[in-house]
């Protein structure tokens, strides 16, 4: 039996951390990289990156309008909901960039709740 490389080891480690973080990680809806499939789908992809868009924008003092910020949910409900109940069957630079816009408007949103229930203890 062949053993595995350093590389392999890490890519199962990082593969069991993306399941447990409750991706599905379908290999035809996730992104690879010399062979190594990403340890999370496009969406996911997507969704991670916008937390930390959305994280850095709110240190930064750049705060979304709560408005803008559901208006941003959108496309990924549309996408997903299209896809599931119909024949419509989305790529993965879309559910990148509709994970992006959910992933940044989340982040965004709870980070306000946060601020405002905290000045609300305080």
Known sequence: MESLTRSDKIWLELMRIGHVAGCHQMESRSFSFHDYQ????????????????????????????????????????VDGL?????????????????????????????LLVIVFAVAKIF
């Open 82 to 110: 299209a896809q599931k109940f119909t024949a419509y069957e989305s790529n993965n630079i879309k559910r990148l960039i509709t994970g992006l816009l959910i992933g940044i408007a989340y982040m965004q949103f709870l």
């Open 38 to 77: 990403y340890p999370l789908c496009a969406r996911c992809t997507g969704i991670t990156i916008g937390y930390l868009i959305g994280l850095i924008l709110f240190l930064v003092n750049i705060r979304i309008n709560p408005g803008l910020l559901l208006l941003m949910c959108l496309p990924c409900a």
